[in-house]
């Protein structure tokens, strides 16, 4: 256990008249107060090893935006580009993102599995890569995919499907495919499903936050289906 001061003072101490102690009284509330209000900075402005947060309607806390960092949406194969400028006014009015929109991109025909009728998720990041090779070559962009058809992970043999998939800390895919499953899906339930799952890109890619603990938590755990998209919340 440490003491934030020494035990002992550095030098023989010297015993103060009565006329000193006002003085000294006086010295040690100044230093206690200027180490007091150091301590506050450093809570309102973050400790080392983690990032300056600002706090947003709703309540919830965000990091500040990374100043080498720059987000980009992007339509695959025919997905709406009025969807992808729905999301980027829905972060730009909550978290003051200023995001994007790359011009539609079509889908290599060697990330389709026609055996499976599915997307491979890894050839189709790097169909999104080569479809922009100057936003690629930036190494401060980060880029999400949108799609509509259905995805699965080569490299996850075990999984029928997923949602997305990110590679290389700024390149993501989404795909809404399973996003209207299920009885009575309304519109605003499937673009909540869509939200969240860009939300988590967001906060992993361009704000580069750990998976989260709190099952409230856009970023909490694995998300299986769509029992899991549901029940976390939209706030990081």
Known sequence: MTSPYPPHPP????????SDLPIVRLLTAAFVTVVGLFVVGLLL????????????????SIPRAPADRRLFLASLGGFSIDTLQTLAQFYRGKYGLQIGILEPATIDPSARDEGRGQLIAEDLIESMRSSYPEVAADSGAVVIGVVSEDLYIRDRPDWEWVFGLRTLGRFGVVSTAR????????????????????????????????????PRSVLFGEIDGLADLDRIGEDF
């Open 11 to 18: 030098y023989p101490a010297q015993p103060a008249d009565q």
């Open 45 to 60: 402005g973050g400790s080392i090893g983690s990032r300056p947060s600002v706090s947003v309607a709703g309540g919830s």
């Open 179 to 214: 996003m209207t499953l299920g009885l009575g899906v309304s519109d605003e339930l499937a673009m909540a499903r869509l939200r969240k799952m860009v939300t988590r890109d967001i906060g992993r890619m361009y704000y580069r936050l750990p998976v989260s603990a709190d």
